[in-house]
């Protein structure tokens, strides 16, 4: 048995999905399980509770074989990132009073910065909170997601793809979430290890590179253009960031466009992504349809 946090979430489904692929079985826990009704459709146990709750996790990790723990992903956090504070003690309190035979740690390329980051600077504390664990620790630093283009199967209708990459053909690592639930899910399955490790997962890609991938599912020609620096506040707002609140989401394009989710740091595997965007596009695209 294997618990999965935010299963009803793209990593954590496709993580559980996986899981269930290989014959294993997986509990979930779930504030709503109305939300989760899937997956008990699909033969997963669901535990109610919340990740801002230590006893709740600390119950849905009894007598499981490994767990998958991620944060909840927050666009617009405080000032101090209590947010993920809070959910990081809970999980450390939980780990303490429940070990289990391993834990995966959805992580992000960048995390092994402790400021400048922007977001990913709750990877970063998520890393560094768990770090006195004494339990098999593995952390997922993955890249950035291809799923976050697929506003543009809607908006480069005329051609151009906006993005927040500047320059357009800078590569950084970029990864589908299917891959990432794979190897999460190989992590979980497969070969014990001891102490912590740290895998990079995705590719370099460039913008530039999406953008094309895109035209070719869409049979447009289209182009990554970026959007000025002085409009992402605005073009932040449009994907729902309260007006405001952009400033850890742009610090962090900020940091990805000076380098700051290169592939290569020292004391880490890599493991490349095996789904391009193409895939992930035209996945999509059929799902629609459908």
């Given at each position: 048995m294997f618990l999965v946090m935010g299963v009803t979430g793209k990593v954590?489904?496709?993580?559980?999905?996986?899981?269930?692929?290989?014959?294993?079985?997986?509990?979930?826990?779930?504030?709503?399980?109305?939300?989760?009704?899937?997956?008990?459709?699909?033969?997963?146990?669901?535990?109610e509770g919340d990740w801002n709750d230590a006893a709740s996790i600390e119950r849905a990790l009894k007598d499981v074989d490994g767990a998958f723990v991620m944060l909840p992903p927050i666009w617009a956090p405080s000032p101090d990132f209590r947010e993920a504070k809070g959910v990081i003690a809970n999980y450390v309190e939980a780990l303490t009073k429940a070990p289990v035979p391993r834990v995966v740690a959805l992580s992000s390329m960048g995390a092994n910065r402790a400021s400048g980051m922007g977001l990913i600077t709750a990877l970063s504390l998520l890393e560094h909170g768990f770090r006195d664990l004494k339990l098999p620790i593995a952390y997922a630093r993955a890249g950035g997601f291809f799923e976050n283009f697929l506003y543009g199967l809607h908006t480069a209708q005329g051609g151009t793809l906006p993005v927040f990459y500047n320059p357009t053909n800078r590569k950084s690592t970029m990864v589908a979430t299917n891959d990432i639930g794979s190897e999460i899910a190989t992590l979980l399955s497969g070969p014990a290890w001891s102490g912590h490790r740290i895998i990079e997962l995705g590719s370099m890609v460039s913008a530039d590179e999406v953008a094309a991938q895109l035209g070719e599912v869409m049979k447009l020609d289209v182009k990554a253009v970026a959007v000025p620096r002085a409009g992402w506040p605005g073009a932040f707002e449009q994907f729902g960031i309260p007006k405001g609140g952009s400033g850890p989401a742009e610090a962090m394009y900020d940091a990805v466009?000076?380098?700051?989710?290169?592939?290569?740091?020292?004391?880490?595997?890599?493991?490349?992504?095996?789904?391009s965007a193409r895939d992930v596009f035209a996945a999509a695209q059929k799902a629609t349809a459908a």
């Open positions: 954590g489904g496709a993580t559980a999905t996986h899981l269930l692929t290989q014959g294993k079985k997986v509990r979930a826990l779930v504030r709503d399980r109305a939300k989760a009704a899937s997956w008990t459709d699909q033969g997963v146990e669901l535990v466009n000076a380098g700051g989710m290169d592939l290569g740091i020292e004391g880490t595997e890599h493991l490349p992504g095996a789904t």
